[in-house]
């Protein structure tokens, strides 16, 4: 993320809990440097889980200062919906 994006949140936090359409929630931590926020541990598990790819649009809601729902499209523009699985239990809010 540019950080002039971040000057939409109150304060850039170190964590974001994702939430999707299905109900399930992931903890990411955020990485500042230089001139950009990124989503750090726990993003790669899960964009793997949701199988994002090259040419897959993510969007990003922001529901409160620390949380955002995550809505992934394929690229026919058809919204992926992965329910809730095995994966990283560090990173599962719902464990």
């Known amino acids: 993320m ?18 999707t359409n299905t109900g399930c ?3 990411v931590t955020v990485r500042l440097t230089n001139s950009r926020a990124t989503l750090d ?4 598990t899960f964009a793997t889980v949701h199988q994002i790819k090259i040419g897959y649009m993510v969007t990003f809601k ?6 955002l729902k ?5 690229d026919d523009d058809i919204e992926v919906v ?3 699985g095995r994966h990283d239990e560090a990173f599962d809010v719902n464990v």
Do not use: M, Y
């Open 41 to 44: 541990q726990g993003w790669a």
């Open 62 to 67: 922001l529901l409160t200062p620390d949380t």
């Open 82 to 84: 992965t329910k809730c």
């Open 2 to 19: 540019p950080l002039d994006f971040t000057k939409h949140f109150p304060a850039v936090p170190t964590e974001f809990k994702l939430k």
């Open 25 to 27: 929630s992931w903890r």
């Open 70 to 74: 995550v809505i992934v499209f394929n």
